[in-house]
């Protein structure tokens, strides 16, 4: 059985984007997994109590844990046959295991580089957005993950400027409908690299699912869960673009909506 390592919030569903792409992966490939929910502050002890290894460094230099992490013990034997973090290693590492189920990376080191180089850089091209749903995750914050998101967030964004909690970082009116105005702008163009296939499917590489439909993906099922899907916030988001982004969660639906 697979074991995926997740982070709760209060509003009892999966919503965290990152490892989103790896529930999307698991749900892809129908293979059965169940859920262990661990907050912020505890990531790292929970992965080095499995041995799992950062995957990454902070800023101040210290090794970065993150979740998605997946644990994947043989039932029959006890074996522990994997245990890894990072939502693309686990793609691949999935792909290799479980050969039986559909491809998610491609073979050729081309085009894993692409992937690659999307699912790292999804992010870096959407910055507005972070603010914008930082601010919106943390009411919704467990009380354990809380105080941990609002310090490491406001780094991650604003440590520079000297501002240590996300509450400290302006977001009034005018704040928001610029943001709002550059996060528009910023799906725009990934409308333009998606558009690239248009006439041969909506997805990333046209007509078949690969692990960046799962990025993307990711980050609108995080949008729509916390924005909150009859907002007028993913109303805007999901209507942007001719409507392609409603569209193209709606194509996963059958990716998310499984029993976790
Ligand atoms: N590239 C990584 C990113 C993972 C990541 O940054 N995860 C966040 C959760 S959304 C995390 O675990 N952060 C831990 C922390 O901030 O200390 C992946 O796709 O797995």
């Known amino acids: 059985m697979i074991t995926l390592f997740d982070i709760p919030s209060t509003l009892g569903v999966p919503w965290s984007s990152n490892v989103w792409k790896t529930r999307f992966t698991l749900n892809y490939k129908r293979i059965p997994y169940k859920t ?49 973090a990072d939502s693309f290693h686990i793609a691949a590492y999935l792909d290799k295991a479980y050969p039986d189920t559909p491809r998610i990376l491609p073979e050729d080191e081309e085009g894993l580089q692409e992937q690659k180089a999307f699912a790292d850089g999804l992010l870096w091209d959407m910055m507005p957005l972070l603010t914008i749903m930082f601010k919106a995750v943390m009411p919704v914050m467990n009380e354990g993950s809380r105080e941990y ?53 909506v997805w990333f590489k046209g007509d078949r699912i690969t692990f960046a439909d799962f990025v993307i993906g990711g980050l609108l099922i995080w949008m729509r869960t916390i924005l909150g899907e009859n907002s007028e916030e993913w109303g805007r988001v999901s209507a942007w673009n001719g409507g392609r982004w409603g569209r193209f969660l709606e194509g996963l639906k059958e990716y998310y909506d499984t029993a976790v």
Do not use: Q
């Open 36 to 84: 262990e929910w661990v907050v912020y502050p505890d990531i790292e002890a929970v992965l080095k109590k499995h041995n799992i290894g950062p995957t990454g460094t902070k800023g101040d230099g210290t090794p970065y844990y993150s979740l998605p992490a997946i644990l994947h013990v043989d039932d029959a034997t006890g074996e522990i046959k994997a245990a890894l």
């Open 149 to 201: 998101f609002s310090k490491a967030r406001a780094m991650n964004l604003y440590g520079v400027y000297g501002v240590h909690r996300l509450e400290n970082i302006p977001y009034g009116e005018e704040e928001r409908r610029v943001l709002w105005k550059d996060l528009e702008v910023c799906f725009g163009k990934l409308e333009e690299k998606v558009a690239r296939t248009d006439g041969e499917g």
